[in-house]
Protein backbone atom coordinates (compact mmCIF):
# COMPACT_ATOMS: atom_id res chain seq x y z
CA UNK A 1 0.00 0.00 0.00
CA UNK A 2 0.79 3.73 -0.86
CA UNK A 3 2.11 6.45 1.40
CA UNK A 4 -1.55 8.85 1.50
CA UNK A 5 -1.46 11.58 -0.04
CA UNK A 6 0.17 14.37 2.09
CA UNK A 7 -1.91 17.10 0.79
CA UNK A 8 -5.35 17.80 0.33
CA UNK A 9 -6.00 18.39 -3.20
CA UNK A 10 -9.08 20.52 -3.13
CA UNK A 11 -6.62 22.78 -1.66
CA UNK A 12 -3.89 22.42 -3.83
CA UNK A 13 -6.57 22.87 -7.08
CA UNK A 14 -7.35 26.58 -5.11
CA UNK A 15 -4.16 27.63 -4.83
CA UNK A 16 -3.33 26.64 -8.37
CA UNK A 17 -6.49 28.61 -10.01
CA UNK A 18 -5.05 31.64 -7.96
CA UNK A 19 -1.87 31.34 -9.47
CA UNK A 20 -3.08 30.70 -12.90
CA UNK A 21 -5.34 33.94 -12.90
CA UNK A 22 -2.79 35.87 -11.99
CA UNK A 23 0.07 35.04 -13.96
CA UNK A 24 -1.76 32.96 -16.57
CA UNK A 25 -0.57 29.45 -17.96
CA UNK A 26 2.52 30.11 -19.37
CA UNK A 27 3.28 32.57 -16.70
CA UNK A 28 3.26 29.69 -14.34
CA UNK A 29 6.26 27.17 -13.94
CA UNK A 30 6.24 23.95 -12.43
CA UNK A 31 8.16 25.09 -9.71
CA UNK A 32 6.38 28.13 -9.12
CA UNK A 33 3.13 25.25 -8.32
CA UNK A 34 5.47 23.48 -6.42
CA UNK A 35 6.29 26.19 -4.11
CA UNK A 36 3.16 27.87 -3.91
CA UNK A 37 0.95 24.45 -3.20
CA UNK A 38 3.59 23.35 -0.97
CA UNK A 39 3.34 19.83 -2.61
CA UNK A 40 6.29 17.79 -3.97
CA UNK A 41 6.82 17.59 -7.54
CA UNK A 42 6.16 14.12 -7.60
CA UNK A 43 3.30 14.02 -5.90
CA UNK A 44 1.63 16.76 -7.80
CA UNK A 45 2.47 14.91 -11.56
CA UNK A 46 1.00 11.67 -9.86
CA UNK A 47 -2.65 13.27 -9.18
CA UNK A 48 -3.15 15.93 -11.86
CA UNK A 49 -0.75 13.72 -14.63
CA UNK A 50 1.15 17.32 -15.58
CA UNK A 51 0.76 21.18 -15.44
CA UNK A 52 -2.44 21.24 -18.03
CA UNK A 53 -4.12 18.58 -16.15
CA UNK A 54 -3.63 20.54 -13.42
CA UNK A 55 -4.57 23.84 -15.28
CA UNK A 56 -7.97 22.18 -16.12
CA UNK A 57 -8.95 21.15 -12.91
CA UNK A 58 -8.14 24.68 -11.65
CA UNK A 59 -10.50 25.87 -14.40
CA UNK A 60 -13.28 23.34 -13.96
CA UNK A 61 -13.72 24.46 -9.85
CA UNK A 62 -13.27 28.11 -10.71
CA UNK A 63 -16.37 27.48 -12.84
CA UNK A 64 -18.49 25.22 -10.84
CA UNK A 65 -17.43 27.70 -7.45
CA UNK A 66 -17.34 31.00 -8.58
CA UNK A 67 -18.57 31.57 -12.49
CA UNK A 68 -21.63 29.33 -12.33
CA UNK A 69 -22.75 30.46 -8.77
CA UNK A 70 -22.03 34.30 -9.93
CA UNK A 71 -24.21 33.42 -13.36
CA UNK A 72 -27.28 31.62 -11.10
CA UNK A 73 -27.07 35.00 -8.96
CA UNK A 74 -26.90 37.79 -11.77
CA UNK A 75 -29.54 35.70 -13.30
CA UNK A 76 -31.96 37.08 -10.05
CA UNK A 77 -31.21 40.98 -10.59
CA UNK A 78 -33.79 43.24 -10.27
CA UNK A 79 -32.96 44.66 -14.20
CA UNK A 80 -30.11 45.75 -16.19
CA UNK A 81 -29.07 48.30 -13.55
CA UNK A 82 -29.09 45.55 -10.43
CA UNK A 83 -27.41 43.19 -12.67
CA UNK A 84 -24.37 45.45 -13.91
CA UNK A 85 -23.64 46.83 -10.44
CA UNK A 86 -24.12 43.53 -8.55
CA UNK A 87 -21.68 42.60 -12.20
CA UNK A 88 -18.66 44.68 -11.81
CA UNK A 89 -18.77 44.66 -8.32
CA UNK A 90 -17.84 40.99 -8.96
CA UNK A 91 -15.61 41.41 -11.13
CA UNK A 92 -13.57 43.61 -9.10
CA UNK A 93 -10.28 42.27 -9.65
CA UNK A 94 -10.37 38.98 -7.19
CA UNK A 95 -10.57 35.57 -8.28
CA UNK A 96 -14.41 35.74 -9.91
CA UNK A 97 -13.14 36.48 -13.72
CA UNK A 98 -9.48 36.54 -13.46
CA UNK A 99 -8.53 32.68 -14.63
CA UNK A 100 -11.59 32.31 -16.69
CA UNK A 101 -10.24 35.92 -18.41
CA UNK A 102 -7.19 34.38 -18.38
CA UNK A 103 -7.65 31.21 -20.10
CA UNK A 104 -10.45 32.92 -22.43
CA UNK A 105 -7.00 35.13 -23.85
CA UNK A 106 -4.40 32.91 -23.31
CA UNK A 107 -5.44 29.24 -23.89
CA UNK A 108 -8.75 28.96 -25.04
CA UNK A 109 -7.91 29.78 -28.85
CA UNK A 110 -5.35 26.55 -28.96
CA UNK A 111 -6.40 24.03 -26.32
CA UNK A 112 -9.97 22.97 -27.53
CA UNK A 113 -10.66 21.66 -23.85
CA UNK A 114 -10.07 24.89 -22.40
CA UNK A 115 -11.79 26.84 -24.79
CA UNK A 116 -14.75 24.59 -23.78
CA UNK A 117 -14.26 25.32 -20.42
CA UNK A 118 -14.38 28.66 -20.94
CA UNK A 119 -17.42 28.93 -23.94
CA UNK A 120 -19.64 27.47 -20.69
CA UNK A 121 -18.77 30.24 -18.26
CA UNK A 122 -18.84 32.79 -20.80
CA UNK A 123 -22.26 31.19 -22.05
CA UNK A 124 -23.73 31.32 -18.38
CA UNK A 125 -22.75 34.80 -18.06
CA UNK A 126 -24.55 35.85 -21.23
CA UNK A 127 -27.64 33.79 -19.99
CA UNK A 128 -27.88 35.42 -16.94
CA UNK A 129 -27.20 39.23 -18.80
CA UNK A 130 -30.14 37.94 -21.46
CA UNK A 131 -32.59 37.14 -18.39
CA UNK A 132 -31.88 40.16 -16.01
CA UNK A 133 -32.44 41.78 -19.61
CA UNK A 134 -35.87 40.16 -20.40
CA UNK A 135 -34.75 38.21 -22.90
CA UNK A 136 -35.40 34.39 -23.06
CA UNK A 137 -31.92 32.45 -23.06
CA UNK A 138 -30.47 31.59 -26.58
CA UNK A 139 -32.38 34.15 -28.13
CA UNK A 140 -30.02 36.35 -30.33
CA UNK A 141 -31.93 38.71 -31.90
CA UNK A 142 -33.74 42.19 -31.30
CA UNK A 143 -32.56 44.62 -29.00
CA UNK A 144 -32.75 43.28 -25.57
CA UNK A 145 -30.96 40.38 -26.66
CA UNK A 146 -28.33 42.54 -28.04
CA UNK A 147 -27.76 45.17 -25.54
CA UNK A 148 -27.43 41.78 -23.31
CA UNK A 149 -25.04 40.60 -25.38
CA UNK A 150 -22.80 44.31 -24.91
CA UNK A 151 -23.36 44.46 -21.46
CA UNK A 152 -22.11 41.46 -20.96
CA UNK A 153 -18.75 42.25 -23.49
CA UNK A 154 -18.50 45.22 -21.30
CA UNK A 155 -18.39 43.75 -17.93
CA UNK A 156 -15.91 41.34 -19.35
CA UNK A 157 -13.95 44.36 -21.16
CA UNK A 158 -14.00 46.33 -18.01
CA UNK A 159 -12.60 43.56 -15.57
CA UNK A 160 -9.29 43.09 -18.82
CA UNK A 161 -9.03 46.82 -18.45
CA UNK A 162 -8.83 47.13 -14.76
CA UNK A 163 -6.35 43.74 -15.20
CA UNK A 164 -3.94 45.83 -17.07
CA UNK A 165 -4.33 48.71 -14.85
CA UNK A 166 -6.68 50.99 -16.89
CA UNK A 167 -9.56 52.78 -16.11
CA UNK A 168 -12.72 52.42 -17.35
CA UNK A 169 -15.92 53.89 -17.61
CA UNK A 170 -18.44 53.56 -14.50
CA UNK A 171 -21.16 50.86 -14.20
CA UNK A 172 -23.75 54.26 -14.08
CA UNK A 173 -22.15 55.22 -17.39
CA UNK A 174 -22.37 51.95 -19.12
CA UNK A 175 -25.83 51.41 -17.85
CA UNK A 176 -26.91 54.98 -19.34
CA UNK A 177 -25.35 54.29 -22.42
CA UNK A 178 -26.62 50.62 -23.06
CA UNK A 179 -30.23 52.26 -21.80
CA UNK A 180 -29.41 54.82 -24.93
CA UNK A 181 -28.66 52.79 -27.08
CA UNK A 182 -30.88 49.54 -26.28
Known sequence: MGRPRAFDEEQAVRAAAELF???GYEGTSVDDLVT???VH???????FGSKRGLYLAALRR???EEVLPLAAALREADGLGALLAQAVAAFDGGPAAGLLLSAAVERAGSDPEVG???GEGLAALDDAVERAAGTPAGTSTGTPAS???VLAATVLGLRLRARAGLAGPSPDAVLAFAERVG
Not at 41 to 47: H, I, M, N, P, T
Open 116 to 118: ALV
Open 41 to 47: RGSLYKV
Open 21 to 23: AVR
Open 36 to 38: GLG
Open 147 to 149: TAG
Open 62 to 64: HLD
